[in-house]
């Protein structure tokens, strides 16, 4: 194959007799090299020879897969740009839009004369299976619409320069014109209106083809045709689509273009099979990555399904999903559940891990109900939820905590808290100091860690910072024997090129001293610039 693909020049006679024993093995992998050869993008003008007479023998073997490989990469070669024609008529200048061909876009290996008589040629050979009512003009055309690409359809005038795909597709359609070379709208025609009115529709129509519209559904490269095919399945085998397979409807809903997805999802609505799906298959339903149809997918379910058919391991699954609405619909059956046993309780925290930042408050609310409860409350449990990746769950544990809970009580948890990675869990610390005078287990140390590491943020604004230095001057005075711990985190604060820490800082220092005089010590040694008078009544700087 890599031998015929780089051939050079005119002069084939060495290649002769390989390339006639080669066109006519009849052996899978003969065939398979055919197959690659026909469609390569290194095709040159060496070779034509072989290509014309793979194309004889192909029609001669009735090779259907190949023909259509044929008409694929014929259509392929010719291609028109849009351009206007000027005219004058009775004194008056008037533009008109017209295709023409551009010698630019020429990649063909043959001349234009001749690449228009090949592509026609190819169009023919399935032309004459359809007028013979050939029960494989279905299955061979399937075959060969799999085979245009996005790129055949780049544009309205590429979609009109496909031979083949016209007239299998279109070509009864009533806003198109066909010459004898191209494809054209009519005078009054417009692209927006062209539905699929294929040629010998009849065979489409046929209950055995919705398997292969199926297929080109799942398998075709170029979403024109995938949009054909549905508007096909719609017209002719709706009774087809109520009975659809488990399996296939999974593919289509997880199918990459959102067309067909969307059909997928209207299909959940009425298939027969939807009301027999198993609680697995409708979970795999669920994690569609398609986001265009995730709310049908879950009013689908809503539907069908009875939510005490769903256990609590799957209720969990589905509320730690991603998307917010199936996240919503695995929180919706979860409320409706009791909890009792130990290892009820273990899958409730599994809830920590939910990736839906919208539903995030809601799911750590719930969990925190269910887990904060004395006699049940494991720091293990809990912890999670103040450590999650959403800014939303930890704030949602936060104002699920009462005040004399398990967890709020637990000097272990804020001891983790402590050591939070997350600013706003530090900033929500600061915001419990206010309503008490300390954490349970913290001691100086440790608050200075968390006083030092807010005053130091330099994304977050002030309020959280005057909390803290309003803390911090109230611990010094309370406790003169904290100031060699906490003197550090004041200069931080009046060294801050913030003016309003700075002033807050400078308040704090003063009024620590003015309640214990002998802090003065400490205050000279942290901040020597700062000038305290004699009587400790006042501040300079």
Partial sequence: MDRLLEVEGENLKPLLGLIERWKKDKSPRARQMRLVFVTSERLTLSHRVIFKR?????WHDQDHELMGA???VLDRWIRRRRTKQHHWENRTHYTVEVLRKSPRDNISIFSTPTTTY????????????GFKKSPEYVSSMAKALVRYRDGDVASGENLLDNWGLMHACFGRSPVLKFNARHTNLKMDGRLADLQAAPMFEELWADAGAADQLLSVLLDAQCRAVRVWAIQLLRKHHSAALGSIDAALLLRLIDHADSDVATFAAQLLENAAVVSTLPVTTWMRLLATRNATVVSAVVEAFRKH?????????QGVEIATHAATPVARLGLEILEGRTIRS?????????LAYARSSAMGGAVSAFAMKRLNVAGVYQLAQVTPFFDSSLVTMRGGAFAAMADESPAAMDP???????????????????????KRQTLPGVQTDGLAMLWQGVLLNIHRGGRAK????A???????????SAAVLMPVVAVAIRSVRPPEARHGLAAVVGAVERAPALAEQVAKYLPELQLDAVGMGAGR
């Fill in 70 to 72: 044929f008409m694929a």
């Fill in 54 to 58: 793979l194309l004889k023998q192909a």
């Fill in 471 to 481: 803390q911090i001057s109230q611990r010094i005075a309370a406790e003169p024997q």
């Fill in 118 to 129: 090949l592509r026609r040629r190819a169009w023919r050979y399935f032309r004459r299976l």
């Fill in 466 to 469: 005057l909390s803290a230095l």
């Fill in 412 to 434: 272990g948890l804020w001891a983790a808290l402590l050591e939070s990675p997350y600013d706003d869990v530090r900033t929500k610390l600061v915001e419990r100091l206010k």
């Fill in 305 to 313: 399904v009875t939510f005490d058919r769903v256990t609590l391991q």
């Fill in 342 to 350: 130990e290892q009820d309780r273990e899958l409730i925290a599994q």
